[in-house]
């Protein structure tokens, strides 16, 4: 079974659309959404919810005002600036719990927060593992390492090829959560001065994490001098250009229907997606995955 | 005034709305733009700045004198993030998870664990012209980017207009950016995925109880279920950019918005002043 995790670093190069087509184009799969603080693939994939798993994770401070005399050691020693006016402010608590230990009154509990939720659905692409973290929670990476091991069971159990992971943007927690021990990483980026500067960045994730990385330029044509440059860089690191997609309104319009674009028209942007994944799919038999 | 630009989903034109609103305003007033996107920072490609000075990022972790130490367990009780271990005669810290809480260091009975600094990030700042910029790097490798945000923050000057620049997503990170905010720019897009994560944003400002408004890029495709959102939700819509090839360009060229088209200029003043508006009735009507 192998893994392929689409990253890009910077937010709305098209993953999502990227993964919603390889859904459509691999066989014996299971699709993971590991962007749990903004998931859209679902939105692609039509999908018949199956079951819906509480995520229970991390805690935070409680001050009973009753027993509570204003001593203010709590805040005094809080490191999240999380407690004012001896109330506790939810967002800002990290959940270490250090107030609870040092309270004089005990007026301090700590409480389990219920920081998500995380679903396995059907869809006519396969099973679908998907996640929504509760507004404002921490954990998302956590989330993410529940919503893989979810995928991989269903991978394992169903004796499946691939498991295809839509990840979050950036290269903090989640990201790192999505990525490690993952089999490849297929990295979406636009011929942006930031997509090339945010592309850099998770490159550099990826060789920390050792995981091999290929890239796809989407929307190459918007700027074919970054895109040259893009391609030169991929070639001197010795990362696999594995597609190239051009800009164009049919994209959007296959969001809008709530299609993989692969299924909605058969036009340049299909046609270089499908060829993305046989080429993905050869990298892949060639063992970038040992497990 | 502290103003944030956010947007749930990521590439909506945050740093569009972020770099054009804050060049628009620093011809005439003092103007500070702060990246807190510390994991994939991009003001700096359309301002080009001058930066003046930096300052390392650390998260204190923990160091424990092992003369000291009488391995009776009590740190890795007390850590909730799994971050030292006692294994018979050694104690063995993991770095990577501590938050940096103190909780391990205070509670020794022994004073056996001191702190040494970790570096996570670095935060640097500088001009581009008249206007101030902050900006975080999270370090390559590293997983917590609110620390790193916090210091960027730390930084705002607030005698003149502070203009945030904020990640995507809605979790800690972009709390972190947001709070303490007297209100939030939502950027975003008119397509399905531009409002599933619009109205994840909207409950992240509505829980932190900052007002908020929406601007819409790339009108043009897309549906019109945005804006039959905000209609519904009675969130303003401020300002709507077009599906623009030229603009497009010249993001991809690393050109700020207002310094490409300059036309656009008056429309940024605008919507600040309409924020301003928005700021000063509320602060009227919380008084009366």
């Known amino acids: 079974m192998k893994e392929v995790v689409v990253l890009s670093g910077k937010g709305g190069t098209g993953k999502t659309t990227i993964v919603g087509s390889l859904a459509a184009l691999a066989e014996r799969k299971v699709l993971a959404d590991c962007d749990v603080d903004a998931a859209d693939l679902y939105l692609l994939l039509s999908p018949a919810q199956k079951q819906t798993n509480e995520f229970w994770s991390g805690q935070v401070a409680h001050i009973d005002a009753d027993k509570c005399n204003e001593c203010g050691l709590c805040q005094d020693l809080c490191r999240f600036d999380a407690i004012h006016e001896f109330r506790v402010e939810e967002v800002s608590c990290e959940g270490c719990g250090l107030c609870s230990q040092v309270c004089p009154t005990e007026a301090i509990s700590m409480k389990e927060t219920m920081a998500g939720h995380w679903y396995i659905s059907d869809t006519r692409y396969g099973p679908l593992v998907h996640a929504r973290l509760g507004i404002a929670q921490e954990n998302s990476g956590k989330l993410v390492a529940v919503v893989r091991q979810e995928a991989k069971r269903l991978a394992q159990e169903h004796a499946l090829d691939y498991i295809i992971s839509d990840g979050p943007p950036g290269i903090g927690c989640p990201v790192i959560s999505s990525l490690s021990g993952a089999g490849l990483a297929l990295l979406v980026t636009e011929p942006s001065l930031s997509g090339m500067h945010d592309l850099d960045r998770v490159l550099g994730v990826c060789r920390h994490f050792g995981v091999p990385a290929a890239v796809c ?18 070639l001197s690191q010795g990362v696999e250009l594995v597609g190239r997609v051009p800009f164009d309104n049919v994209v959007t319009e296959s969001i809008v229907q709530g299609v993989p674009v692969v299924e909605y028209s058969d036009g340049k942007v299909a046609r270089e997606i499908r060829q993305m994944w046989r080429r993905l799919a050869v990298m892949l038999a060639n063992g970038t995955n040992k497990k | ?210 007002p908020c408004a929406v601007v819409l890029n790339r009108v043009g495709v897309g549906d019109l279920g945005v804006e039959e959102y905000c209609r519904q939700a009675r969130i303003p819509v401020l300002l709507t950019i077009p599906l623009d090839m030229e603009i497009a360009r010249l993001y991809s060229r690393g050109i700020a918005l207002v310094a490409g088209m300059p036309q656009w200029r008056s429309s940024f003043l605008e919507l600040f002043g309409r924020i301003t508006e928005i700021v000063d009735e509320r602060s009227r009507s919380s008084k009366r």
């Open chain 2, 1 to 210: 005034m502290i103003v944030s630009v956010a947007s749930g989903k990521g590439g909506t034109g945050k740093t569009l709305v972020a770099t054009s609103l804050a060049l628009s305003l620093s011809d005439d007033r003092k103007v500070q733009l702060l990246d807190c996107d510390v994991e994939e920072p991009n003001d700096h490609v359309f301002l080009q700045p001058e930066i003046t000075g930096s300052k390392a990022v650390s998260i204190p972790v923990p160091r424990v004198d092992e003369a000291s130490c009488t391995y009776c367990g009590k740190c890795a009780q007390v850590c909730a993030y799994n971050a030292i271990a006692v294994l018979g005669n050694h104690v063995l810290p993991f770095p990577q998870l501590c938050h940096g809480c103190g909780a391990c260091s205070y509670l020794c009975p022994e004073k056996a664990i001191t702190e040494e600094p970790r570096q996570v990030g670095v935060v640097e700042w500088g001009h581009s012209g008249a206007l101030g910029l902050v900006q975080g790097k999270l370090a390559v490798g590293e997983a917590m980017a609110p620390p790193v945000i916090r210091e960027v923050k730390r930084c705002a000057n607030r005698d003149g207009a502070v203009i945030i620049d904020v990640p995507p997503g809605t979790s800690c990170p972009v709390v972190e950016a947001i709070k303490d905010s007297d209100f939030c720019l939502l950027v975003t897009e008119p397509t399905p995925f531009g409002l599933n994560d619009l109205v994840l944003a909207v409950e992240t400002v509505t829980k932190l109880g900052i």
């Open chain 1, 217 to 234: 330029i989407n929307k190459y044509d918007l700027n074919e001098e970054n895109t040259g440059r893009i391609e030169g860089q991929c």
